[in-house]
């Protein structure tokens, strides 16, 4: 699975980019200017324009549009007519591209204090002929004619008798939270409930899900049974068996994905980021080619879709969340933390976890602030456990931090307190030998040396590596922790001080 990014194409100065949509002829991206001094102050500040581009966003005109405050634009399907929704101007306008027509259609009269009864159309919507029908988060269905420009709310009983195909996909719709990306006229949508994310195919009686956990999902595509997830910082390729980042933005790049617009036809991604220099913002879309072809699984994929599969049944197995965590441990953190978090819902003490993220070579600790390093030493300090194997770790784990801090009293405690718990071990021991050589105690770091030397239970060469699961807690910790699993070089290293 992959995606390239392939051409970017920058908006105007002050051109703020709120929805893209693919007719049947155009892209078209509904953008706002701002007249006003503060982006903040949004009153009165705004002008809405109907942007219109070619399939290879080359721009070919914009229709000014009088009202703000838009909050859909609908497509008729295979034509390039728009439904432009304005609930607070209590207004549909129909607009046709090719001649620029502009019809609006009243929606009806509310007071100022019904705010509440305001249309804000969900995801569903059809077209049937003229007519257009939308449903809204208050379960009212608006049957729009665009020929008469009359507005009615009709019930769901008198939907049945007029339109029975948005009638039948609405009864399907309510069995999913979380709507995403719906495409009505295939009776196909994307959803997403906080733990999965699926796609529903009600014509073809199909239903495709995986397990995604993660809290800033704006959009949800699916391609050659991959899904495609926006999120502020990424672009992410999920599978049943997989979970892949395929594009990021640095947080330090005041950057954030924001909009997307996905042509099946061409596998094309259209991605809208948002990036902000000295108080003013710009927009750029970024054009991905999307691959989804899945290929052959690697061992680590098959390990992942494995334990993926095993949590969606018992979502508590802390051991199996640890194992996740290992899988992306040495690839990428941040789904690593992904992970972390959710076992935390769980398990919120598990005291293997921390010591995972307090390994100071990891790739995330290594980029963490020290203001990060110090929230893991406070919840160090805290923890208790009867194990006195694991309470060795612990110390280990703080002197880390406190050698960090060059406090070389409180380094030194933490690694005789470490070795109290535990004498078996070999990094307590080789750390405290390898402190005591430097501070010019030969003797006593060269026999500390030789103790951690004495320990070592498996030493790792080419032959035997593989033999190892590496993914498995308990190895985890022997290697980076305990040091009794040690790799050649460094059991060479180690043997080479005394």
């Known amino acids: 699975m992959a995606i390239k990014c392939v051409d970017t194409y920058e908006f105007k100065k002050e ?12 892209i078209v991206a509904l953008q706002s200017s701002s007249q006003g001094p503060s982006f903040v102050d949004m009153s009165n500040t705004y002008i809405k324009k109907i942007f219109v581009y070619d ?52 929606l009806t009269q509310w007071s100022e204090d019904e ?42 009983k008198e939907l049945k008798v007029v339109c029975h195909d948005f009638y039948t996909l609405l009864q399907e719709a309510d069995k999913y939270n979380g709507i995403k990306v719906a495409y009505p006229e ?4 994307t959803y997403y409930d906080g733990e999965n994310i699926g796609f529903v195919d009600l014509k073809n009686d199909r239903h495709y899900t995986a397990l995604y956990l993660a809290e800033d999902v704006h959009e949800v ?41 996905f042509l099946p036809s061409t596998g094309e991604l259209l991605v809208v980021a948002e990036y902000w220099y000295e108080s ?14 899945m290929g052959k699984l690697t061992s680590k994929e098959k390990d992942q879709y494995e334990v993926l599969k095993h949590l969606k049944v018992h979502p508590e197995n802390s051991n199996a969340w640890l194992r996740l965590i290992l899988i992306e441990y040495y690839t990428d953190d941040r789904l690593m933390d992904r992970w972390f978090q959710r076992l935390r819902l769980w398990d919120k003490d598990n005291i293997y976890a921390l010591l995972i993220h307090t390994y100071p070579n990891s790739a995330r600790l290594l980029r963490a602030h020290s203001s990060i390093h110090g929230v893991l ?20 784990a703080k002197a880390w931090y406190l050698k960090k801090r060059v406090d070389k009293q409180k380094y030194e405690q933490a690694l005789l307190k470490s070795i109290t718990y535990s004498p078996h071990h070999v990094k307590n021991l080789a750390e ?8 010019g105690k030969l003797e006593e770091g060269t026999k500390l040396i030789g103790q951690a030397l004495e320990n070592v239970k498996v030493v790792y060469t080419d032959q035997n590596s593989k033999d190892y699961d590496k993914f498995d807690i308990q190895e985890f910790l022997n290697e980076h922790h305990k040091g009794i699993h040690i790799r050649q070089e460094d059991y060479d290293k180690l043997k080479s001080l005394i």
């Open 432 to 439: 405290l030998g390898k402190f005591y050589l430097e501070q």
């Open 115 to 156: 705010y509440e009864q305001e249309l804000y159309p969900s995801s569903l919507y059809w077209w049937e002929g003229d007519a257009l029908f939308v449903y809204t988060v208050f379960d009212q269905i608006y049957r729009i004619d665009s020929a008469q420009l009359l507005a009615t709310i009709i019930d769901k």
């Open 15 to 26: 051109q703020y980019v709120s929805h893209m949509r693919e007719t049947k002829n155009y």
């Open 186 to 189: 295939a009776y196909q949508f």
């Open 280 to 293: 003013t913002r710009y927009d750029t879309v970024l054009r991905f080619i999307v691959d989804g072809d």
């Open 221 to 261: 595509f699916f391609y050659k049974n991959v899904f495609v997830v926006l999120s502020c910082y990424s672009i992410e390729l999920v599978s049943q068996s997989e979970i892949k980042i395929a594009y990021t933005l640095s947080k330090e790049s005041h950057s954030e994905l924001r909009k997307a617009l």
């Open 55 to 106: 399939k290879q966003m080359r721009f070919i005109r914009d229709i000014l549009f009088k009202y703000s405050c838009i909050e859909k634009v609908l497509v008729k399907p295979d034509e390039d007519v728009l439904a432009v929704v304005c609930p607070e101007h209590h207004r549909v306008v129909i607009v046709d591209i090719e001649t620029e027509k502009q019809r609006e259609i009243q």
């Open 377 to 396: 030493y406070n919840m160090l300090r805290t923890t208790v456990c009867g194990d006195t194997e694991v309470m060795a770790v612990v110390e280990l």
